[in-house]
């Protein structure tokens, strides 16, 4: 009858308890949705301002949804991580430092 051993114990901590990129990057989508409700809701706020007997009538509503569409625009490309020119460029690899004492 063959002898099992026990499972080795794992190197490193569980990515749970590590505060790593991922943790970053869901505040980051936390953020980018929440400010995303915002410009919605007030620009739904502008247009419900509409009032043909006032003088300004649609004015608030058309604004507010051309100013909108610009910050949603800049909230999805600052999302996607666009760079103007850095398209062709490659990104630069870094070899890894030895691990072992330096001589």
């Not at 409700?37 to 739904?44: D, R």
């Not at 649609?58 to 996607?80: D, M, R, S, T, W």
């Amino acid at each position: 009858m063959s002898l099992m051993a026990p499972p080795q114990p794992p190197d490193a901590a569980p990515p749970i308890a590590m505060d790593d990129d991922h943790s970053r990057r869901v505040h980051f989508r936390i953020w980018q949705v929440s400010l995303t409700l915002i410009t919605v809701i007030v620009t739904a706020w502008f247009c419900s301002l509409l009032n043909w007997k006032s003088p300004w009538g649609a004015l608030p509503g058309i604004v507010a949804i051309v100013v909108a569409k610009h910050v949603l625009v800049a909230i999805l490309v600052q999302g996607i991580d666009f760079h103007l020119g850095s398209r062709n460029r490659p990104r630069p690899f870094v070899e890894p430092r030895p691990s072992g004492p330096e001589t």
